[in-house]
């Protein structure tokens, strides 16, 4: 499941985090203990047909099970919200009826004799599923949990496709088939679908058959012929292109909207490629009979990593533009593909477990861009998810928890971004061999089964020949990280270097690191392998000639928070010589802090420069254009990267610098890039041009909206709308923004839709922009919404009140949409 760095980024924003609430503590005294298995499920077999006006899912199933152990003449499967018509034992060709009770999430079910460990036995139930007539209540991950969802079913927005999907985890199988909903159950799996013969459909294995009815309708036959978890259970229904490609004779296949079949390959082609690569880091071969992906619009989350068949959210369908950008979404075809092995062949046993399966997926999105992009780019990815956890307030949650207020919950920075980091270090610790024969060890004596975090340390501890229980008590079942204060003593007169390592962080817990020192002479090295583990470490070097630089963690692999006294002129030896991402980014941040130093603002010019793109990004982000010196120095290299740079996104970023530095001199320029095929280089350039020539600016913007546009243009034009535009203009701006997905963008564009709207003086259109906001604060998961809603309600809505209570002043008509805004936010939480 790929959400967090849309919930992470999101919540960032708002006013509040979770750790700055009071939590409600009842339940840390209840123990999450692992699921009791009384039966096990050996198959599940479907057969389904879908009513559209209705929302209804018409379902029979016959699962076959037997008693995990113990003997046992009774039976409890979920089964949410359905209308269960009949519940019989198959004997033979016969159906017996069995007595059960029902509780609408519930079916008991009385067996008709007692049946031993081991002694397998059918049973047959008639139902109908009814998923928009239950409620349930999601998560950050999962925003719904409904199960099944019917997209637009009767085809009344003609801007939308018809479409179903089902989404399973964690629960939320259940909804449309009876079952035991746990993650510690395989399964194998038939499913008979009947759909309109105009669509397509895909679910978990291979496709059979397919058979034509003489109702317009076909029945598609998929088989799974390899246990999973019933959360994994998938059907996706609806008009689709699908592109197929291969990974040694398997099928790879990408069901797109029927528009973006001809970019579906650049969106998703290097499927393969990462098949071959995960299945190379493993040992273990791609383990499935076939791997498919689909779009579903209205998802509830990123995307699902469904045995087989991976759901993916809107937002991965991008259109060539945008793809000359770089694929936003390639990450989470690499997190969704490496679940397959981790989550899918290998299932976490509890929810408790979760990071088993995230930590892992999580972490496969550093191993592809290592590879396929280089080190810079993997350092990067790492980085900014070991960011995302130490900006999440997370640091009294373990990364296995057994105490938890719902297992919705565990779906967080902590068994993502912070699992995955855990794992980056333990590769360090170990090293490349042991640590990936670590896996394979752990995926081949746990395949098709479910596990818990002590057969991952024992399976790299039967490689490496170490014992890790220190490790996992650290960073699995404990919480927290260590906050670092590194400086340094120099005794020339005796030659030592004296490193001060303290843990600052606030608990009385003292974390055991084993790290890497490095010490500098010129560009020579000289590295010493030390263990951090104690408040307050010193550790002596000797030297002849004062160390250049003596870098603390110098694979910069530690999950940590750092204060280090390092000077300027170490930092510049660090940036030149140490030279990983993270090195030079460092170096960067100390330049950025000290700018009237022309050895730092020097620094920053050399990092404009620097190798990677988004080290040349992110100091552009830096530097100072106020300081007249930095100013003058940047700007031909600002100049030349806007004209030249191999990037479109580091020209884009150029272009906005330009802007800042003197618009009306480049506004030639940026006319012709307006004209760019890259969205993001089109609009920076269109915002500069707001600043040197506010007409131009609208007339282009006005031209460019009764076009298709998407991404960072679509915005732009926004902006210029709604900075020079007028009331006329509604159609556009409105459209752009309820066009944005759910996530960190849509919430970015709240405050400016906002300003817009409080010039608006058309009630309909007022009102209309109004409902758009307030849907998406509804839209937000519960568990979050009194950290989002005080700002919806008191910054964004109450924005657009106080500017309409200004101008109704001399407009007393606006009174009534005062009044209209005031119902859409009484009786909500922070207003």
Known sequence: MKKIAIIIGLFAVALSTTAQHSPDTAWKKKYRESVTIENDLVHTRLDVKFDYSKAWMYGKAWLTLQPHFYETNTLELDAKGMEVKKVAIVKGAANADLKYQYDGMVLKITLDKKYKGGEKYTLYIDYIAKPNELEVQGSAAITDAKGLYFVNPKGEDKNKPIQIWTQ???????????????????????????????????????????????????????????????????????????????????????????????????????????MAFFSRITGVDYPWAKYGQIVGRDYVSGAMENTTATLHQESAQQDARELIDGNVWESTIAHELFHQWFGDYVTTESWSNLTLNESFANYSETLWDEYKYGKDAGAAQNYNDMQGYLQSGSDKKELVRFYYSDKEDMFDAVSYNKGGRILHMLRNYLGDSAFFKGLNSYLTTNKYKSAEAHQLRIAFEEVSGRDLNWYFNQWYFGAGHPQLDISYKYDDAAGKATVIIKQMQKSEKVFRLPIAID????????????????????????????????????????????????????????????????????????????????????????????????????????????????????????????????????????????????????????????????????????????VADEAAALAEAKRLSATKTKGKLAASISTVLIEAGTEADFDVIAGNFDALPFGQEKFEALEPFAKYLGKVENTDKLKKGVDMIVSFRDGIPENYQSQTTPYINNIVLKGIISKKTAAAKTNTSLQSQIDYINTKTDNKKGF
């Open 168 to 274: 399973g985890e964690t629960e939320a199988t259940s909804v449309w088939c009876p079952t035991i909903d746990r993650p510690n159950q395989k399964t194998t799996q038939e499913i008979y679908m009947t759909v309109p013969d105009k669509y397509v459909t895909l679910s978990n294995g291979k496709l059979t058959s397919q058979k034509k009815n003489t109702d317009g309708t076909r029945t598609d036959y998929w088989k799974m012929e390899q246990p999973h978890a019933p959360y994994l259970f998938f059907m996706g229904v609806g008009d689709y292109a699908v592109i197929k490609d291969s990974y040694k004779g398997k099928e790879v296949s990408y069901y797109v909207e029927r528009e973006y079949a001809g970019v579906a390959r650049k969106i998703f082609g290097n499927t393969p490629e990462m």
């Open 519 to 690: 010490v500098y002479d010129g560009a020579n090295k000289v590295r010493n392998n030390i263990w951090v583990e104690n408040k307050v470490d010193s550790f002596v070097f000797d030297y002849t000639k004062r160390p250049d630089l003596i870098n603390v963690d110098g694979d910069k692999i530690l999950l940590a928070t750092k204060t280090d006294t390092k000077t300027l002129d170490n930092y510049i030896h660090q940036y030149k010589y140490a030279g990983n991402y993270v090195d030079r980014r460092e170096a960067i941040d100390f330049a950025a802090k000290n700018q009237n130093d022309p050895q730092a603002a020097a620094l920053l010019m050399q990092a404009l420069k620097d190798k990677y793109h988004g080290l040349r990004n992110y100091t552009m982000s830096k530097i100072d254009l106020k300081k007249m010196s930095v100013k003058k120095d940047a700007e031909p290299i600002l100049a030349d990267l806007a004209k030249t740079d191999t990037k479109s996104t580091v020209r884009a970023n150029a272009i906005a610098k330009l802007a800042d530095i003197d618009a009306a001199a480049y506004k030639d320029l940026f006319k012709k890039a307006i004209s760019d095929s890259s969205y993001s280089i089109a609009g920076s350039a269109l915002e500069a041009l707001l």
